[in-house]
């Protein structure tokens, strides 16, 4: 039985309340106790408190001291395209030049140069890259990771991306690469993060439905998807939601439909990425069909928005990927929150579009563009986060009996991991009660 303390944070951001996703006013209680202390066991938070009380019993316990520090639960980002080859320079050059996303898409960039690379990387090599990502995302503080694919297109490179996402989750034990990039500390923090757990948790979404392959029409990828590629997922247990790209140019919404029914007959969760380009309904679509998150809304209008609220999905809203689009067409954020929508934030980190894995840049985003409030933001990238993941019974908060997820950052107001953007204020990151980074 191991056990560990960590005592005197100046802010420890507990995020306890209802056990379900907040809304409205909820967003902005955090449940800060200052001087705060958590006693863990096994992984699990067993007592959470001021530190005085926590200090009482502390047995055998390692301490750690998070004086002048802010302790958070590891950020859980709900959206992400974790596994690719390569990047997309040329792309963001073009872009920076005043190319669109969609001439860019005409000319032989977007999506399908990322997936000519990825269908030629092996899995080991694509796994090494994933590794890579998932470090960085570790150094901004985000522990669970949901993940798609669709950089594939075929049976076989969908199921590898997918696979890959599968050894991650496997190979949760310290990795060279994640040891390298270790953060230095002065902290009084005696773990030995080289025998640790590594690598954040992965939640795998089967995106095949991400693009068109060359060479296809919408309607016969499509039943392709449906009829090779669904089933294989499902049977090798590779993914629990299924996700599609509705959109002009995509996938319309009689077939993203049609996707979405195959998937949820299989006992797959449903996601989708929608109203990001164009309002096309995208969003009653995903509340007819009862996801679990509709995702982008960048377009979405107050029937969009009602419909997702009567549905109860909660809405993923990205705004790295508008900002790094060069928009300034953000989601209606406010108008989300007050009509009840648990609206979550994450980084939609991908090669074209968000190429960042940094939660605390989106918070940033979201109350700069969005007017969230810091604290709004914070609940949006934990606790309402990972109930969106299906995981919000063990992660988001930190509450006794929940899984020791959890970060320390360097500074003493949780205001300030939304206000000084562009600079990691991570100090160190814990999964299950070990010290990972
Ligand atoms: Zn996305």
Redesign the pocket.
Known sequence: MTSLAVLRASELVTLSGPKRPRIGTELSSLGIIRNGGILIRDGMIEKIGPTDEIEKNLGDAEIIDARGRVVLPGFVDA?T?LVFAGNRLDDFERRARGETYEQIAKAGGGIWSTVEKTRAASELDLLAQAKNHANWFLRCGTTTIEA?SGYGLTVEDELKILRVMRQLNASRRASDGIRESRIPSKAPVAIDAAETEAAPEIVPTFLGAHAIPRGMSPDEYLEFVIAEMLPRVAVEKLAEFCDVFCERGYFNIDQSRKILSAAKKVGLSLRG?VDQLTNSGGAKLLADMGATTA?HLEQTDEQGIAALKKANVQPVL?PGSVYALGSSRYPRAREMIEAGLAVVLAT?F?PGSSPTPSMPMVLSLACTQMKMSPAEAITASTVNAAYSVNRGDKIGSLEIGKLANFVIFDCEDSRELAYWFGMPLTHSVFVKGERVL
């Open positions: 959206h395209h798609k990425h995702d990205l939609d991908n």
